[in-house]
């Protein structure tokens, strides 16, 4: 694991925030992580992953993005579509998929659309059969990494269940149109993917087709959920980092920051903060390296907990930093944006809350 975030570190180096300026990591950057296996770290070393656990590929994803949130969601993109392939896929298509995947192909997953955020059994895409071709039709909305993609797995409609797709993002029919200036993770490749009669052999439907949407979606966002609640801990890892080698090096009133109480108190939540999310985030990416019947509701928990820390967290950070931490590209001030959308993508705090709620009600 060392050797592996010391890679991700020599590969960061001090280029996040200019990244995080220009809206692009550059895509050589993600195809060598991708190349070596970085960016979808549990694909079994049969197909040229890692093999790590989800524990252990949680604390390198922390790690990432504790230096840049946007490459973390690169790799949440990435490693959700591994996962997606791995559990919806027949073992032809795990084979071929996850090959590419783990040899600097990058991927998309598009589950979103206008009509259908959080609502996902409101998803109007449709993947229907036309001999022995699919064709697929639909508009997909703020898809991490689209615009770095060489293939996006879509999930829409499929008869009367629904099912996911792997689509060559160079299809004839496939049109990705970047999110001009997002206001968080600036350079993940958000992007709009339409789909106007994409037609595609039948076997780039994945294996496990016409089951329920809900069913085939929790196991992707199941992945998502997990992963950005790892990129929540790096966050809250940095924004502590960085207040507290500010707090007690600057010098106020004859006292160093870390001493006036008020500022204080901004340290001491941020530190319970990033603990609570580690400790919650552990304990999900157990229950998920043991299967447990309860990964899935882990996982909303962990998401919960780690996104809000982050998003309060980051706002205490900007406030300890002051000036200091406020221009663009600076770690908190990338933070404070980043922070905001993690309470949003894959599934919003409000649709956490509602999930935690039924899983409480006896």
């Known amino acids: 694991m060392s050797d592996l975030a010391a890679l991700v570190t020599e590969t960061v180096g001090d280029a996040a925030g200019e990244w995080d300026v220009a809206g692009e990591i550059p895509v050589d950057v993600l195809r060598g992580l991708g190349a070596k296996g970085l960016?979808?770290?549990?694909?079994?070393?049969?197909?040229?992953?890692?093999?790590?656990?989800?524990?252990?590929?949680?604390?390198?994803?922390?790690?990432?993005?504790?230096?840049?949130?946007?490459?973390?969601?690169?790799?949440?993109?990435?490693?959700?579509?591994?996962?997606?392939?791995?559990?919806?896929?027949?073992?032809?298509?795990?084979?071929?998929?996850?090959?590419?995947?783990?040899?600097?192909?990058?991927?998309?997953?598009?589950?979103?659309?206008?009509?259908?955020?959080?609502?996902?059994?409101?998803?109007?895409?449709?993947?229907?059969?036309?001999?022995?071709?699919?064709?697929?039709?639909?508009?997909?909305t703020w898809i991490t990494a689209a615009c770095y993609a060489d293939l996006v797995v879509v999930f829409g409609r499929y008869g009367n269940g629904a099912a996911a797709v792997v689509v060559p993002?160079?299809?004839?029919?496939?049109?990705?149109?970047?999110?001009?200036?997002?206001?968080?993770?600036?350079?993940?490749?958000?992007?709009?993917?339409?789909?106007?009669?994409?037609?595609?052999?039948?076997?780039?439907?994945?294996?496990?087709?016409?089951?329920?949407?809900?069913?085939?979606?929790?196991?992707?966002?199941?992945?998502?959920?997990?992963?950005?609640?790892?990129?929540?801990?790096?966050?809250?890892?940095?924004?502590?980092?960085?207040?507290?080698?500010?707090?007690?090096?600057?010098?106020?009133?004859?006292?160093?920051?870390?001493?006036?109480q008020l500022v204080a108190r901004h340290v001491a939540e941020l530190y319970a903060a990033e603990r609570s999310a580690t400790y919650t985030c552990a304990e999900a990416s157990a229950a998920w390296d043991e299967r447990s019947p309860r990964q899935a509701i882990a996982a909303v928990l962990a998401k919960h907990v780690a996104s809000g820390g982050a998003a309060r967290g980051a706002a205490s950070a900007v406030q300890v930093l002051a000036s200091a931490g406020a221009a663009d590209g600076h770690v908190v001030a990338r933070a404070y944006r980043d922070a905001k959308l993690m309470e949003i993508i894959e599934g919003s705090t409000e649709i956490s809350q509602l999930i935690l709620a039924e899983a409480a009600a006896p």
């Not at 801990?233 to 006292?255: D, K, M, N, Y």
């Open 39 to 140: 960016l979808c770290a549990e694909v079994a070393a049969e197909h040229g992953g890692l093999d790590l656990s989800g524990v252990d590929n949680g604390e390198l994803t922390a790690h990432t993005g504790a230096l840049c949130s946007s490459l973390r969601s690169v790799m949440t993109s990435q490693g959700m579509a591994a996962w997606t392939i791995q559990r919806l896929g027949d073992r032809v298509q795990r084979a071929t998929h996850l090959a590419a995947l783990t040899g600097g192909s990058l991927a998309a997953v598009a589950f979103s659309e206008p009509g259908a955020g959080s609502d996902l059994a409101a998803m109007a895409t449709t993947i229907r059969q036309d001999g022995d071709d699919v064709v697929v039709d639909g508009v997909k």
């Open 169 to 260: 993002a160079d299809a004839p029919g496939v049109r990705i149109d970047r999110v001009p200036e997002p206001m968080g993770c600036r350079a993940a490749g958000h992007a709009t993917v339409t789909l106007d009669s994409v037609r595609l052999p039948a076997d780039a439907v994945l294996a496990a087709a016409g089951q329920p949407v809900t069913m085939l979606t929790t196991i992707a966002l199941t992945y998502g959920r997990l992963s950005v609640a790892w990129g929540c801990v790096g966050i809250l890892r940095a924004c502590l980092r960085a207040a507290v080698e500010h707090a007690g090096s600057r010098v106020q009133f004859g006292t160093r920051l870390l001493e006036h």
